[in-house]
Protein backbone atom coordinates (compact mmCIF):
# COMPACT_ATOMS: atom_id res chain seq x y z
CA UNK A 1 0.00 0.00 0.00
CA UNK A 2 1.56 3.79 -1.07
CA UNK A 3 1.44 5.80 1.43
CA UNK A 4 -0.65 9.32 0.19
CA UNK A 5 0.55 12.82 1.55
CA UNK A 6 -1.69 16.18 0.98
CA UNK A 7 -0.65 19.69 0.90
CA UNK A 8 -3.59 22.17 1.00
CA UNK A 9 -3.18 25.93 0.82
CA UNK A 10 -5.77 27.52 3.42
CA UNK A 11 -6.08 31.12 3.44
CA UNK A 12 -7.43 33.10 6.36
CA UNK A 13 -10.91 35.74 6.10
CA UNK A 14 -9.94 39.47 6.54
CA UNK A 15 -9.46 40.09 10.35
CA UNK A 16 -9.59 36.01 10.72
CA UNK A 17 -5.70 34.38 11.12
CA UNK A 18 -6.37 34.20 14.66
CA UNK A 19 -9.17 32.35 15.12
CA UNK A 20 -8.43 30.26 11.98
CA UNK A 21 -4.98 29.54 14.38
CA UNK A 22 -7.13 28.24 16.96
CA UNK A 23 -9.32 26.55 14.96
CA UNK A 24 -6.80 24.06 13.63
CA UNK A 25 -4.94 23.80 16.67
CA UNK A 26 -8.47 22.10 17.61
CA UNK A 27 -8.67 20.28 13.98
CA UNK A 28 -5.04 18.72 14.51
CA UNK A 29 -6.38 17.68 18.05
CA UNK A 30 -9.26 15.95 16.62
CA UNK A 31 -6.53 14.56 14.09
CA UNK A 32 -5.89 12.06 16.86
CA UNK A 33 -9.49 10.08 15.87
CA UNK A 34 -8.15 8.96 12.66
CA UNK A 35 -5.62 6.17 13.34
CA UNK A 36 -4.30 6.29 9.66
CA UNK A 37 -3.83 9.86 9.79
CA UNK A 38 0.15 10.00 10.29
CA UNK A 39 1.03 13.48 9.93
CA UNK A 40 -1.26 16.56 10.08
CA UNK A 41 0.62 19.55 10.69
CA UNK A 42 -0.59 23.89 9.91
CA UNK A 43 2.38 26.13 8.90
CA UNK A 44 2.32 29.70 8.96
CA UNK A 45 3.68 31.05 5.42
CA UNK A 46 6.63 33.31 6.26
CA UNK A 47 5.43 35.67 2.85
CA UNK A 48 2.13 36.03 4.30
CA UNK A 49 0.54 35.76 7.91
CA UNK A 50 -3.02 35.08 6.50
CA UNK A 51 -1.82 31.95 4.61
CA UNK A 52 -1.78 28.67 6.24
CA UNK A 53 -0.59 25.37 4.71
CA UNK A 54 -1.59 22.28 6.41
CA UNK A 55 0.65 18.94 5.31
CA UNK A 56 -0.94 15.50 5.87
CA UNK A 57 0.35 12.13 5.31
CA UNK A 58 -2.00 9.33 5.44
CA UNK A 59 -0.92 5.34 5.64
CA UNK A 60 -3.02 4.58 2.23
CA UNK A 61 -6.11 5.73 0.44
CA UNK A 62 -8.41 4.14 2.52
CA UNK A 63 -6.70 6.19 5.52
CA UNK A 64 -7.31 9.54 3.45
CA UNK A 65 -11.11 8.28 1.84
CA UNK A 66 -12.07 8.38 6.21
CA UNK A 67 -10.51 11.92 6.73
CA UNK A 68 -13.26 14.22 8.43
CA UNK A 69 -15.62 11.53 8.71
CA UNK A 70 -15.32 11.41 12.46
CA UNK A 71 -17.66 13.51 14.47
CA UNK A 72 -14.53 15.60 16.24
CA UNK A 73 -13.40 15.81 13.02
CA UNK A 74 -16.52 16.95 11.19
CA UNK A 75 -17.43 19.42 13.56
CA UNK A 76 -13.94 20.99 14.17
CA UNK A 77 -13.96 21.44 9.74
CA UNK A 78 -17.07 22.48 9.68
CA UNK A 79 -16.00 25.91 11.84
CA UNK A 80 -13.74 26.78 9.57
CA UNK A 81 -15.53 27.58 6.90
CA UNK A 82 -16.31 31.41 7.85
CA UNK A 83 -12.84 31.81 8.44
CA UNK A 84 -11.34 30.89 5.13
CA UNK A 85 -11.51 33.49 2.14
CA UNK A 86 -11.81 31.24 -0.08
CA UNK A 87 -11.83 27.27 -0.63
CA UNK A 88 -8.50 25.25 0.12
CA UNK A 89 -6.07 24.54 -2.80
CA UNK A 90 -5.50 20.95 -2.41
CA UNK A 91 -2.94 19.02 -3.88
CA UNK A 92 -2.40 15.37 -3.59
CA UNK A 93 0.90 13.39 -3.56
CA UNK A 94 2.89 10.08 -3.36
CA UNK A 95 6.04 10.82 -0.85
CA UNK A 96 8.97 9.19 -2.66
CA UNK A 97 11.99 9.85 -0.21
CA UNK A 98 12.18 11.46 3.17
CA UNK A 99 14.10 12.17 6.38
CA UNK A 100 12.46 12.02 9.68
CA UNK A 101 9.46 10.15 8.45
CA UNK A 102 8.83 6.55 7.63
CA UNK A 103 7.31 6.43 3.78
Known sequence: ?????????????DGKVD?????LATLASAGDEE????????HRSNDDENVIYAFELYTD????DVHGK???MRAAMGAM?????????????????AKGMDI
Open 19 to 23: ELNAA
Open 61 to 64: QAAL
Open 35 to 42: SGLEIYSF
Open 1 to 13: MAKISLLAKLTAA
Open 81 to 97: GSLLAARPEVTLMSPVA
Open 70 to 72: GET
